[in-house]
């Protein structure tokens, strides 16, 4: 069965960086585009990045909010999805969810990124 599982989340400082991965199983992972999502403390969720499969060239895109600072990447020969974030600010804090859509939508449990002095 699909799972996707967060990675590497943690309190930071603003301005830092912090990179966060997902591992994704049970499904052809380079044939399907792969998302991240944040949820904040308020339970607004949000759209943050896509990136394409292999028949798309892996195109990415992004959030207003977080363009120019996020970049998504994969590795299709681990299957992850990783979520490289700069310039953090306090806003950005949330807890980050991978996500993939086959037949329907698959979600990971979260990673939470807290951004504060």
């Known amino acids: 069965q699909v799972q996707l599982v967060e990675s590497g989340g943690g309190l930071v400082q603003p301005g830092e960086s912090l990179r966060v991965s997902c591992a994704a199983s049970?499904?052809?992972?380079?044939?399907?585009?792969m998302r991240w999502y944040r949820q904040n403390a308020g339970k607004v969720t949000e759209w943050v990045a896509r990136i394409g499969n292999s028949d798309d060239g892996e195109k990415t895109s992004y959030s207003e909010s977080v363009k120019g600072r996020f970049t998504i990447s994969r590795n299709n020969a681990k299957n992850t999805v990783d979520l490289q974030m700069n310039s953090l600010k306090p806003e950005d804090t949330a807890v980050y969810y991978c996500?993939?859509?086959?037949?329907?939508?698959?979600w990971g449990e979260g990673t939470l990124v807290t951004v504060s002095s």
């Open positions: 049970g499904f052809p992972f380079s044939r399907y585009a």
């Open positions: 996500n993939v859509y086959t037949f329907r939508d698959f």
